[in-house]
């Protein structure tokens, strides 16, 4: 059974960090891409980032570019996506989900909340 099991969300304050990790159980990252997304209350949900895990290509999207940064330990089965300089805009369920290919994704985490305050 595929697990994908989120943490590090938490309560933050405007202009601080997190590191959120998204570790996985009963596949390997290999030749999959993992990617993170996002839906704050009312929303859609957002795709914030994804890594290959073949070459290490990564994608972000505008609204946290430069503030976001997603990385992998292939030896820990586990992804990061170190989240700086958050913003309220931010406050979101995070997940994490992994497939064959962006926009293909097999299986989802439950996420991790995170809440920015000011």
């Known amino acids: 059974e595929v697990q994908l099991v989120e943490s590090g969300g938490g309560l933050v304050q405007a202009g601080g960090s997190l590191r959120l990790s998204c570790a996985a159980s009963?596949?390997?990252?290999?030749?999959?891409?993992i990617g993170w997304f996002r839906q704050a209350p009312g929303k859609e949900r957002e795709r914030v980032s994804y890594i290959s895990s073949s070459d290490g290509r990564s994608w972000y999207a505008d609204s946290v570019k430069g503030r976001f940064t997603i990385s992998g330990d292939n030896a820990k089965n586990t992804i990061y996506l170190q989240m700086n300089t958050l913003k309220l805009e931010d406050t979101a369920v995070y997940y994490c989900a992994v497939g064959p290919a962006p926009g293909s994704w097999d299986y989802w985490g439950k996420g991790t909340l995170v809440t920015v305050s000011s």
């Open positions: 009963g596949l390997t990252f290999d030749d999959h891409v």
